[in-house]
């Protein structure tokens, strides 16, 4: 009697009415997708508004959980053993057996919960909790009934077959990858755009990534940490395509033509101009950032207003209202803070005035950018040509 199976739970989705179905497909292509990096070979299965991983082969136990704890959508992760019906006597022996095997130490409260989908059971639910808890009382004395706060719910769901499951093992929640469009995530190797590619992801939207690379300032090693955290941000994610833009140019042009406490607002104008024209092209419907209220001169709500300014799409900030420790946080927790915090130099750092700009005018940046006239739209244009893209996963 081995856990072969897991039941998967799923909160949000269970709710999406019509749409209820393309929600459940989507999780189950993610799961599947989740488990293609774990050894052996597993079966997952809908099932009248349940979904069942089942292990074919042998497997491990660690990495199936380790991987379904990736997968967005799922709000629990339950081991379960399917028995046969193999009639109301032997129910009993299958539960004891179940018990004994999960709980070598027989010494905590329980509570027997059991839902009949076969309605031509001979018993109730209710008759059947009350015979398994007796006979479970009697079996194992050290045990004792708490039908309010049982510290063990033992599960017995009555199928064609019979489902016995106890652990509770919270998934990460959120939807399925796939379920809401696609965006755009300007990714810098720092701590804060994972976190918002994570975070966006999690609401079910496909990423794609944009980084804005600037050789020779900026080195092919903080080109490889950038890879790095897409293929961390991937693991929940699913693949990220990775468009690398050579900003060098424009960036040399900027600080050529414009006054230098205006370049960080300038520069980042042009990362969501060039940032969007991909996205359009890539049928993505919104912008990522990893901006927050306050954290540095460009990301005053000023700073903030004038870098929307040159955006058509929506931009979705999900960290916008968290203070950097509470991002740090989430990003330890997804993995991705030890890479974020490697010193490789980012091009924003490089040519950054030693007094930018916290208020920036309107007026004077688009005065500024007048001077760009010449040959940025050229420029842009090259960039757009020359992007770099690979999968990261
Ligand atoms: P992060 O930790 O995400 O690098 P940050 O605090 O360093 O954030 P900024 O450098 O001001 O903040 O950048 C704000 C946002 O702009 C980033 O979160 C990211 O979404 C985007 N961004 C900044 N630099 C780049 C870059 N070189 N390529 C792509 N996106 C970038
Ligand atoms: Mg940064």
Redesign the pocket.
């Known amino acids: 009697m081995n856990t072969q199976s897991f039941l998967i739970k799923y909160a949000e989705i269970g709710i999406k009415g019509k749409n209820r179905y393309m929600f459940e497909d989507a999780l189950v292509k993610q799961i599947r997708f989740a488990l293609k990096g774990v050894e052996g070979d597993f079966e997952v299965t809908k099932e009248s508004g349940r979904i069942y991983v089942n292990a074919l082969s042998a497997f491990e136990y660690d990495d199936v959980v380790a991987a379904l704890k990736h997968v967005f959508g799922i709000s629990a992760i339950c081991p379960m053993v399917q028995v046969e019906d193999e009639g109301y006597d032997s129910l009993q022996v299958q539960v004891l057996q179940y018990l004994d095997q999960v709980y070598p130490e027989k010494n905590f409260s329980f509570k027997v919960n059991t839902r009949r989908a076969n309605k031509q059971y001979p018993k109730t639910s209710e008759e059947i909790n009350c015979d398994l808890g007796e006979a479970i009382l009697s079996a194992y004395p050290g045990l004792s009934v708490d039908v309010h706060h049982p510290r063990v719910m033992l599960h017995v769901e009555i199928r064609t077959k019979v489902n016995l499951y106890s652990q509770v093992i919270p998934g990460p929640g959120g939807m399925p990858v796939g379920t809401n469009g696609r965006g755009m ?10 976190v ?1 590619g994570y975070m966006i992801a999690k609401r079910g939207v496909v990423i794609e990534a ?4 600037a050789p020779p300032y900026t080195s092919d090693r903080a080109k490889e940490k ?1 890879m790095d955290l897409a293929r961390l941000v991937s693991r929940y994610a699913g693949p990220i395509r990775l468009h690398i833009v050579n ?1 060098t140019e424009i960036q040399l042009y900027i600080y050529d033509q414009c006054p230098h406490e205006e370049l ?1 607002i300038i520069m ?1 104008r042009y ?1 969501m101009r060039i ?1 969007e024209a991909i996205a359009k092209k890539q049928k993505c419907f919104s912008l ?5 209220i306050g ?2 001169a ?2 005053t709500v000023q700073s903030l207003a004038a870098t929307n300014e040159v955006c058509t799409m929506p931009v979705f900030r999900p960290v916008i209202g968290f203070d950097k420790q509470e991002i740090v946080d989430i990003a330890e927790k997804i993995g991705t803070f030890e890479t ?1 915090i490697q010193p490789f130099e ?3 750092t490089i040519f950054v005035a030693k007094h930018p700009v916290t208020k920036p005018n309107l007026n004077m940046i688009h005065r500024s950018e007048g001077k760009l006239a010449e040959k940025i739209d050229e420029m842009v244009k090259t960039a757009l040509e020359t992007t770099e893209v690979m999968v990261c996963q």
């Open positions: 995530l300007l990714l810098s190797g720092g701590i804060d755009s994972p918002a944009v980084y804005f690379h950038v900003f960080t980042r990362m940032a990522i950032t990893g901006e927050s954290q540095v460009s990301q974020s980012d091009c924003c």
